[in-house]
């Protein structure tokens, strides 16, 4: 295995909208091993690769994982909670890490680790934070971002009946 990190291209589109749609919540078969809630159109996936807004881990041609960040947060229903959150928190000079996934043969390798370091090489002169959201009972999520990225909680919030929590990946330290 030899794991390759870069901006996803088109050519990557497919696999990155499959494994975002074999991992939501309710196609996963145990919720245990962890779930994705945002759920975009591929046509928005493929305007997010466009926009360099994608990262992926690649072992040859073979996407092993994703990670999708916003440095313009999108307004709609999903992350205007999350916005609302940072605001309140008064923090600035903050993207958005919006959705992580690592494909089920390639998990626990320490792949989420190398798409996170390579957004904090990205972003790290632009700006001081990455902040994202987990649900409440995604225990593995939370436990990962966490222990191994680094991550802490910073607030949390309800949406849609679930609690979810802010955590925050200080770039600068
Ligand atoms: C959460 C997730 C991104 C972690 O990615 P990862 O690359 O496996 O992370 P790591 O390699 O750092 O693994 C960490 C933990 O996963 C667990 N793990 C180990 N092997 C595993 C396997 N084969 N399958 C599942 N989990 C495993 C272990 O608890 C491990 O921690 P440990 O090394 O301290 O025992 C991944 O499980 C995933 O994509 N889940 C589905 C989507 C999801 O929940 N995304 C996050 C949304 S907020």
Redesign the pocket.
Known sequence: MEIKVDFATEKDLDAVYSLNQE?LRENVPNQK????TFNPSKSDWKKYINNKLIVVAKDKNFVA?YLLIFDEPPNNEFFNPIVKGIKKLKIKHYFLLA????H?D????????MLYDKIKQIYKKKYHFGI????ES?K??Y???I??IGMEKIGEYFFEGFKWNLVSLNLRK
């Open positions: 991992n091993e962890g779930f994705l994982g959705q992580d996934c690592i089920r390639y998990r626990g390798k320490g792949i989420l680790n994202g959201e987990i649900e995604n593995i999520s436990y990962v971002h222990n191994k």
